[in-house]
Nanobody, 125 residues
Framework: EERLVESGGGSVQAGGSLRLSCTTSGRGYLYMTWFRQAPGKEREGVAGVRTTSGSTYYTDSVKGRFTISQDNANRYAIYLQMNSLKPEDTAMYYC???????????????????WGQGTQVTVSS
């Protein structure tokens, strides 16, 4: 049984928008974070949320363009609204989650125990 399921990827032209969704199989998590991995590159953290407080965190390259949010009815359903997309945003996007308080960098993949299968985002110039 997959614990995290992503949806919403697709192909758009530069400057376009996409909205990704991530839902859980009913399990709750303290942190839920979006990562991405382009071919030949390391997986990088994009944006995340601490589900209890709603506090968010972003990598610098997406600040002002991407917005992470929680569903009003289900705090463990999250969205990533991606605007002003660029070709360099092209990657497989993964939703990841963990429990337990994090004092370190919340955008490091090694801190996350549960992962989705990913959804592809392709931005053409």
């Amino acid at each position: 049984e997959e614990r995290l399921v992503e949806s919403g990827g697709g192909s758009v032209q530069a400057g376009g928008s996409l909205r990704l969704s991530c839902t859980t199989s009913g399990r709750g998590y303290l942190y839920m974070t979006w990562f991405r991995q382009a071919p030949g590159k390391e997986r990088e953290g994009v944006a995340g949320v601490r589900t209890t407080s709603g506090s968010t965190y972003y990598t610098d390259s997406v600040k002002g363009r991407f917005t992470i949010s929680q569903d009003n009815a289900n705090r463990y359903a999250i969205y990533l609204q991606m605007n002003s997309l660029k070709p360099e945003d092209t990657a497989m996007y993964y939703c990841a989650a963990r429990n337990g308080v994090l004092s370190g960098d919340k955008l490091l993949p090694r801190y996350y125990s549960d992962w989705g299968q990913g959804t592809q985002v392709t931005v053409s110039s």
